[in-house]
């Protein structure tokens, strides 16, 4: 059955616009997925409806997944029936990215999916075994889960012959909190912070994420000054992490100048928007029904030319970039993730774009004020560090360029308003453009204010496994740059 | 090459100085006061993130801007334990990182210190306690500084750092 077939018969879901629900039983869980996959869809996130390891309270057992397609985001739900030893069939086979995320729900419900892999992801209490590669001259390196930088921790096993690395495997789940088990202990009206804080550089999208999903339930729509100035939020939060990252990865090939001058640009542009929000990172600034600050004219006009003076500078350094052989060197070539195995790993987001996987949700699904306002998707081919380097550098001018529009033409009116608590029982999808990649959080509320369920999903599910391609052939001293190239967050698929 | 060193002569310097220490931030006083005199002013740090949601790791990265210029206060980060004086520790303790932070506190040689970031290092934060995570840093290492914030500013958390080495 073509995939418009199961659209139609979807219903619609509040919150970001163009989602649909669907429910299915078991005979047409994996007939859906092949449907979408068939049309060139891809799984974003699959999540059960337990929030934590050991919760049985959740009589209910519920598997979602959701889907980005063309004509919209597609959530289809599978209930399960109660006995306690019931499998549902794994979408690994159509999407390989499930994998993980199936082992993850396995770890939080009890609930396995038919994948004979059933390792554990979150729960680290229970032993677990690397894929061994066998062979002469074969050894490993075990780094992790405390790397030698200021990042995030995490374990990589790589199995190399001399330098040239033949398999990366991650263990992830280091930094397992039990957010979404948090989530059901905040009053839904309060549920932004903590989604603000499920990966600190994408504060901004998941906290929009969260409102647009909470707003749709509750009925309210925000007024177009509070949407307006949402996206100047969510652009200037992607402006400064491409900032730090196109200058870390001048410093991970030895060129310590880009270093030193994006990262102090980064901070020019942080200081400004401290100046304006009060918060380096805008944590807490997307409210539910609109901003917690407004912007007047004066401050509006001067960030805007912090903006305009940052992203002129950033066109002189892209030259120097450029220019310079010893980086163009170790950028070309350099971890390179063919488009058609990023296709075939439904790879989204940044790293999707410099592998020509041409999804943009601000394009492709726009809500306010991306309806009125045509964001140009930036995307490359080539798929190595030299392309997503490309694709920030592209993505800066952009960011500017709207900021730029935004900041001059801000709407009149209210910045924020009340918004209600929804219904218990009331489902909503929010699905917001981050810099690294589409921000989803399917929110449930429960009664009189509480949340029954929350799962927030980042495009680094997708995008982790594909990493471990990207390096295979390279050699083990490059793995610092491919990996700083991909920039992927742990916090925001530990949960 | 040109350009390059173009920018780097219209940028000029733009270092700021250092903060003062803030003796507010201390949760307790080492009982061996030996390390400004072990140490003088050349400090190295280890990070660990022990379960952080990565923003205060943003703010510990930008320590090391121009602006801050951690490298001209003759204080650096280090890649190994075995090389620091002093720990720089993120985020509540999760359950999955409590062994990995206990071996690396017991890896930094003696004498050293621990520094706790942000309102998840000093509290639980946000995030609590729960089944998952065992809450504030000091509740699984000792901690001789706290700096609170979600994330705390750059030159809070160098207060915080001035603070610990002060004697």
New interface residues.
């Given amino acids: 059955m073509p995939l418009r077939r199961w659209w139609d018969r979807a219903q619609p879901v509040t919150g970001a616009p163009h989602v649909r629900g669907l429910g299915v039983g078991t005979e047409d869980w994996l007939q859906v997925a092949r449907d979408v996959a068939a049309a060139g869809g891809v799984l974003h996130a699959l999540w059960m409806s337990c929030a934590?390891?050991?919760d049985h309270a959740v009589q209910e057992r519920i598997v979602y997944g959701a889907y980005l397609t063309d004509t919209g985001v597609l959530i289809v739900e599978l209930t399960l029936p109660a006995a306690a030893t019931q499998t549902y069939p794994g979408l690994e086979g159509i999407f390989p990215a499930a994998a993980r995320m199936q082992r993850a729900a396995h770890d939080l419900s009890g609930i396995r999916s038919s994948d004979p892999d059933a390792r554990p992801w979150?729960n680290?209490d229970r032993p677990y075994e690397f894929v061994r590669v066998d062979g002469e001259g074969v050894h490993e390196i075990a780094v992790g889960?405390?790397h030698?930088?200021?990042?995030?921790?995490g374990h990589f096993r790589f199995s190399v012959v001399g330098e040239k690395v033949l398999k990366l495997e991650e263990r992830l789940?280091?930094?397992?909190?039990?957010?979404e088990?948090?989530f059901t202990a905040l009053p839904i009206l309060q549920g932004h912070?903590?989604a603000a804080?499920?990966?600190?550089?994408s504060?901004v999208a998941y906290s929009w994420a969260y409102c647009q999903a909470l707003e749709g339930m509750s009925g309210r729509a925000i007024p177009p000054r509070a949407a307006w100035l949402r996206a100047v939020c969510l652009e200037l939060e992607r402006l400064a992490n491409h900032l730090?990252d196109l200058g870390a990865l001048g410093n991970d090939v030895g060129f310590a100048?880009g270093?030193?001058?994006f990262?102090?640009l980064?901070?020019d542009l942080?200081r400004a928007m401290a100046a304006v929000f009060g918060e380096?990172?805008l944590?807490d600034i997307i409210v539910p029904g609109g901003v917690a600050i407004d912007v007047s004219a004066a401050a509006a006009g001067a960030l805007a030319d912090v903006v305009r003076a940052v992203c002129t500078e950033t066109e002189?350094?892209r030259?120097?970039y450029d220019?310079?052989e010893g980086v163009r060197d170790r950028f070309t070539g350099a971890g390179r993730l063919e488009p058609e195995r990023a296709a075939r790993l439904g790879v989204i987001g940044l790293v999707g774009r410099a592998s020509g996987q041409a999804r943009d949700v601000r394009v492709d699904l726009p809500d306010a004020p991306y309806t009125e306002l045509p964001v140009a998707m930036v995307v490359e081919h080539d798929g190595d560090v030299a392309s997503r380097v490309a694709v920030r550098f592209g993505e800066v001018r952009e960011s500017g360029r709207l900021l730029t529009s935004l900041l001059s033409a801000l709407p009149d009116g209210m910045h924020a308003v009340e918004v209600g608590v929804p219904a218990d029982g009331a489902f909503g999808v929010g699905l917001i453009e981050g810099w690294r990649g589409p921000v989803l959080v399917a929110l449930q509320a429960g009664p009189s204010g509480s949340i029954r369920r929350c799962h927030p999903h980042d495009p680094s599910w997708q995008n982790w496994p594909a990493l471990e391609y990207a390096i295979m052939g390279n050699i083990v001293p490059d793995f610092p740059l491919i990996n700083k190239s991909f920039n992927l967050?742990?916090?925001g698929v530990?949960l | 090459m040109l350009?390059?060193l173009r920018?780097?002569a219209s940028?000029g310097l733009?270092s700021e100085p250092a903060p003062a220490p803030d003796e507010l931030l201390r949760v307790r006083r080492a009982a061996d006061a030996t390390i400004a005199a072990v140490l003088g002013r050349a400090l190295c740090i280890r990070?660990?993130?022990?379960?952080?949601?990565?923003?205060?790791?943003?703010?510990?990265?930008?320590l090391?801007?121009?602006?801050y210029n951690l490298e001209g206060h003759n204080i650096r980060?280090v890649?190994?334990?075995r090389h620091a004086d002093l720990l720089l520790v993120t985020?509540?303790v999760?359950?999955?990182?409590e062994l990995?932070l206990q071996r690396?506190y017991a890896a930094t040689p003696d004498p050293k210190r621990v520094v706790a970031v942000g309102d998840c290092g000093c509290t639980g934060g946000?995030?609590?306690e729960?089944?998952?995570?065992l809450g504030r840093v000091a509740n699984v290492i000792p901690v001789d500084v706290a700096v609170p914030g979600?994330?705390p500013?750059p030159v809070r958390i160098l207060q915080a750092i001035l603070t610990a080495i002060q004697a």
């Fill in positions: 934590a390891m050991g979150l680290h889960p405390v030698a930088g200021t990042i995030e921790p789940g280091y930094t397992h909190k039990g957010l088990q948090r912070r903590l804080r499920v990966s600190g550089d504060a730090g100048f270093l030193t001058q990262s102090r980064k901070e942080l380096r990172y944590f002189e350094l030259d120097i220019e310079h967050s742990y916090s530990d | 350009k390059t920018k780097i940028i733009i990070h660990v993130d022990a379960g952080s949601c990565n923003g205060c790791e943003l703010e510990i990265q930008a090391g801007n121009p602006y980060f890649a190994s334990p985020g509540p999760v359950k999955n990182m990995a690396t946000i995030l609590g729960c089944p998952a995570s979600c994330p500013s």
